[in-house]
T-cell receptor, first 115, second 115 residues
């Protein structure tokens, strides 16, 4: 079984400050982890993914995420937030050993960046 | 990058009518496509997985006679909401899995409003 949790419904941050959007996961085998962003009335846009290798993954628009196996976390980060980063962010996980290629999505975290 | 389109982007229909939503992979072949439903400020709910040339696999609780899915070619899947009711109003998002690279790409979504 695979599951993912995004503990925060909403994250507020001032423009220019660093941001973190949290994600924890649970899988039986090795995780395949993703972050997506969704703007209002739009589909999901891929930000980054982790399969294996370096624990720090760099993605689109200056975002990065750190894979932490011991804490089963994959938090999304950005050193300096922009107002245009305000959107809904989804973490997703797929169990690489499960044979299924269907990811499970978290409930989403609304990021609000204040000017 | 890989592009998935959806048509229409929004549709308003009267209760009791049927609505067809198209999902196309524009520059890759997709043996598998997924249909999701998203309620306001909520995560994506997987409705069904469709494989080209075969019947769709529906998630538990999704009425297959109400949500007809057809995946007749490697680049096109359709979702038909039959006898729509106001409670079917939602944001429907399709996703296509690139058969070659194994990656999953999302369409921009279709906003359905049933009056």
């Amino acid at each position: 079984a695979q599951s993912v949790a995004q503990p925060e419904d909403q994250v507020n941050v001032a423009e220019g400050n660093p941001l973190t959007v949290k994600c924890t996961y649970s899988v039986s085998g090795n995780p395949y982890l993703f972050w997506y962003v969704q703007y209002p009335n739009r589909g999901l846009q891929f930000l980054l993914k982790y399969i294996t290798g370096d624990n720090l993954v760099k993605g689109s628009y200056g975002f990065e995420a750190e894979f932490n196996k011991s804490q089963t976390s994959f938090h999304l980060k950005k050193p300096s937030a922009l107002v245009s980063d305000s959107a809904l962010y989804f973490c997703a996980v797929r169990d690489m050993s499960g044979g299924s290629y269907i990811p499970t999505f978290g409930r989403g975290t609304s990021l609000i960046v204040h000017p | 990058g890989a592009v998935v389109s959806q048509h229409p982007s929004w549709v308003i229909c009267k209760s009791g009518t049927s609505v067809k939503i198209e999902c196309r992979s524009l520059d890759f072949q997709a043996t598998t496509m997924f249909w999701y439903r998203q309620f306001p400020k909520q995560s994506l709910m997987l409705m069904a997985t469709s494989n080209e040339g075969s019947k769709a696999t529906y998630e538990q609780g999704v009425e297959k006679d109400k949500f007809l899915i057809n995946h007749a070619s490697l680049t096109l899947s359709t979702l038909t909401v039959t006898s729509a009711h106001p409670e079917d109003s939602s944001f429907y998002i399709c996703s296509a899995r690139d058969s070659g690279r194994g990656e999953q790409y999302f369409g921009p979504g279709t906003r359905l409003t049933v009056t």
